[in-house]
């Protein structure tokens, strides 16, 4: 993006921060704030999770006030997919306010899922995944609604679908309004690199008569691609080619990617007529590839049986495909393609230390800090690529490039290694954790009883690889060693190792092997021993009748208010410590 695109960017983004800050803890009125705002959960212990948080947001008056937050649980049983959850919000919306949806502009935010590849925001959701933004600090919820803060005022009822995981950022002139008010569905299209297509939704435009250089346009799409092959994307004539000035990239070529998209509410009518249809759903939809490949005058019921990109393949899945298909055939696909534009995903553990402390890029964008409702010393957040979020920090602690630590208390001559992530610690005088340690301690109950547990892993380590034999748990790496090789050096067999959930299932997401603890020092000092003898090669012992629990078991019996109350005692010791200042 030249100079000039990045700073209508930055003065873009600030101008919504700034509104969505007027509204922050006060009654909206009509028409500037959404009617309805809606976030989906996995079940019912994720949907407890996330109404505890958005009331003490409310309380706290860090949301608009006057407008209703609705949590909506999936299902019980096979997971349905956020194109599942999207039918299923729809239908608990209808059945709670009738005929007067009818009037109604609401959000839609996809928030279920438990973050194997960022397992800080497993517990408590991604769509509370804290920022190095504002005071006190953003959380994605907050974000979410400063960067749409313009929409509802030039919408007409309908629903808006959006994810939880990804910040998108745009600009347009004074004289544009980003308006959706078209019949069926309106997406936003973002420029992006070929490379990126293969790993997302891609637009195929309807040709124009003659091509306009602007930071917006509106355009109908005559059909969707769902990650497609760069081949296909050629074939499909999805590339277009780069002309001075017309987008934010530098690429000669790119295609238009998804992230955001509208649905009216006659179209709207029509997708709880095909969850009527359907009846129980016993497969995974997605609301992007399912729904939106469906659209267009291009769109053929081929992509009903491609299933390369499904991640568990159910027998009616086809079948429910086709249904979607034929009930959404003819339906518009319209694109509003915002040339001045970024796209940011925030789902990984490398994409979360890169953003919050490396892209200088998104850091400018959005105004990100190193130093964010937090007291630490200057020395950790001012000399290297350090991000701290809501956490205390003596002052004699070091911190090493590449680290984010959030929820935290550290105390003296504590060192942290490079490229870390601490969540929800507190760790100890004198404690030293190596580079690249994820370390997330969680409470939990059990037995009527509170204890902590801290999960540690590698940055790398994959948590949804799985084996199906115990020969071959040496196949699933902890800090780059198999897992039986440290087993050995933890003084267990793979014989003793058990799994939870599905036992013919082995990965390092269900594997018991976090010791319970009773206080959450003790508890960051037996796991950080844990990684010190897989980095030395020396042998750890777990204290006798240690109980281990896997973070899938963790996440079952988490104990919200323990670790709700542990963060607002460090807000408020926070604000104590400002104040004195």
């Known amino acids: 993006m030249d100079e000039q695109g990045s700073a209508k960017l930055q003065k873009a983004t600030r101008e919504k921060l700034k509104k969505f800050n007027h509204l922050r803890g006060k009654d909206v009125r009509t028409g500037e704030f959404w009617d309805i705002v809606v976030v989906t959960a996995a079940d019912e212990n994720q949907k407890d999770a996330y109404e505890r948080q958005i009331s003490e947001k409310l309380r706290r008056k860090e949301l608009p006030l006057g407008t209703p937050y609705h949590v909506f649980a999936d299902t019980p049983g096979p997971k349905i997919g956020n194109g599942g959850s999207t039918l299923h919000a729809l239908q608990r919306l209808k059945e709670k306010y009738g005929q ?48 749409y803060i313009d929409f509802p005022l030039h919408m007409k009822p309908g629903v808006l679908v959006t994810c939880a995981d990804d910040i998108e950022l745009y600009s347009i002139t004074d004289t544009e309004r980003i308006t959706f008010d078209r019949t069926g569905f309106t997406a936003l299209g ?7 297509g293969t790993t997302h939704g891609v637009f195929v435009l309807e040709p124009e008569a003659e091509s306009k250089v602007c930071d917006m346009e509106y355009r109908s799409c005559q059909r969707f691609l769902h990650k497609p ?62 729904f939106l490949q469906a659209l267009g005058p291009g769109a053929t019921s081929e992509y009903t049986k491609n299933t390369v990109n499904v991640t568990k393949e159910e027998s009616t899945l086809v079948e429910i495909r086709q249904m979607i298909f034929h009930r959404l055939k003819g339906t518009p696909l319209n694109v509003i393609l915002l040339n001045n534009s970024k796209f940011y995903h925030i789902g990984t553990t490398r994409e979360y230390l890169f953003h919050f402390t ?24 001012e000399k290297a690529n350090v991000c701290v979020i809501h956490s205390i920090l003596h002052s004699s602690c070091a911190v090493g490039p590449g680290t984010v630590i959030e929820y935290s208390r550290i105390g003296a001559n504590v060192t942290v290694g490079e490229c870390s992530i601490i969540s929800g610690c507190w760790i100890n005088s004198g404690q030293c954790v190596p580079s690249g340690a994820f370390m997330h301690s969680l409470s939990v109950n059990v037995h009527g009883k509170t204890g902590f547990v801290t999960i540690v892993f590698g940055i790398d380590d994959n948590l949804k690889q799985s084996v199906t034999s115990l020969q071959d748990l040496n196949n699933l790496k902890l800090f ?26 082995f990965s390092l997401w269900n594997a018991n092997i976090f ?7 003790g508890s960051f000092s037996m796991s950080l021993e844990m990684i010190r003898s897989v980095h030395s090669g020396s042998d750890f012992k777990f204290p006798k009748d240690v109980r281990l629990s896997s973070l899938q078991q963790i996440l079952q019996c988490k104990n919200l208010e323990e670790m709700l109350k542990f963060r607002n005692k460090l807000y408020e010791d926070i604000c104590l410590e400002k104040s004195k200042n």
């Open 358 to 381: 490396k892209d200088v890029d998104l850091r400018a964008e959005l105004g990100l800090v190193s130093d964010a409702f937090s007291v630490c010393p200057c020395e950790a957040t």
């Open 100 to 147: 007067r949806l009818c009037g109604f502009k609401i959000i839609l935010i996809h928030a279920g899922g438990y973050s194997q590849r960022l397992p800080n925001a497993s517990a408590l959701g991604k769509i509370f995944t804290a920022l190095p933004l504002g005071d006190p600090v953003y959380q994605m919820l907050e974000l979410k609604l400063a960067m």
């Open 515 to 521: 010791p319970l603890c009773t206080d959450p020092e």
């Open 190 to 196: 973002h420029p992006s690199p070929i490379s990126i």
């Open 480 to 505: 780059g060693k198999g897992l039986v090789e440290c087993l050995s050096q933890w003084g267990l067999s793979a014989e003793d190792l058990k799994f939870s959930g599905d036992r013919c299932s």
């Open 229 to 290: 092959s760069i081949k296909n994307m050629y074939e499909s004539g999805a590339v277009h080619k780069r002309e001075a000035g017309n987008v934010s990239l530098g690429d000669s070529e790119f295609v238009y990617t998804d992230s955001t998209y509208y649905v009216d509410y006659a179209t709207a009518k029509d997708l709880l007529a095909l969850f009527k249809d359907i009846g129980p759903l016993s497969c995974e939809i997605d609301a992007y590839g399912d």
